[in-house]
Nanobody, 119 residues
Framework: QVQLVESGGRLVQAGGSLRLSCAASGRTFSYYAMGWFRQAPGKEREFVAAISWSGGSTYYADSVKGRFTISRDNAKNTVYLQMNSLKPEDTAVYYC????????????WGKGTLVTVSS
């Protein structure tokens, strides 16, 4: 089992920046690819970004490419999502997830952290 706890979500103005963190515990963190997903009110959950177990490969949704950066620190069992140039449409609950492959099905999920971007 892997337990994931997200933090860092809050209210921010459009154009601002925010960094989300996801702390992992349980099975060896560095074995897993990690991803960030989000779910806006009334919408389905969508992929945001993912990173390979080594951090050598990253993947982004087109909607966040160039604005968001995913990274990980295996020594700290933590994955991050740096979000810049935030837009109101980025408002959502952001979830951290762990799986065997960055673009495959995720096996473990956190409970999410709310990001609200005001216009």
């Amino acid at each position: 089992q892997v337990q994931l706890v997200e933090s860092g979500g809050r209210l921010v103005q459009a154009g601002g920046s925010l960094r989300l963190s996801c702390a992992a515990s349980g099975r060896t963190f560095s074995y897993y690819a990690m991803g960030w997903f989000r779910q806006a009110p009334g919408k389905e959950r969508e992929f945001v970004a993912a990173i390979s177990w080594s951090g050598g490969s990253t993947y982004y949704a087109d909607s966040v490419k160039g604005r968001f950066t995913i990274s990980r620190d295996n020594a700290k069992n933590t994955v991050y999502l740096q979000m810049n140039s935030l837009k109101p449409e980025d408002t959502a609950v952001y979830y951290c997830a762990a799986g065997r492959s960055p673009m495959g099905a995720m096996d473990y999920w956190g409970k999410g952290t709310l990001v609200t971007v005001s216009s």
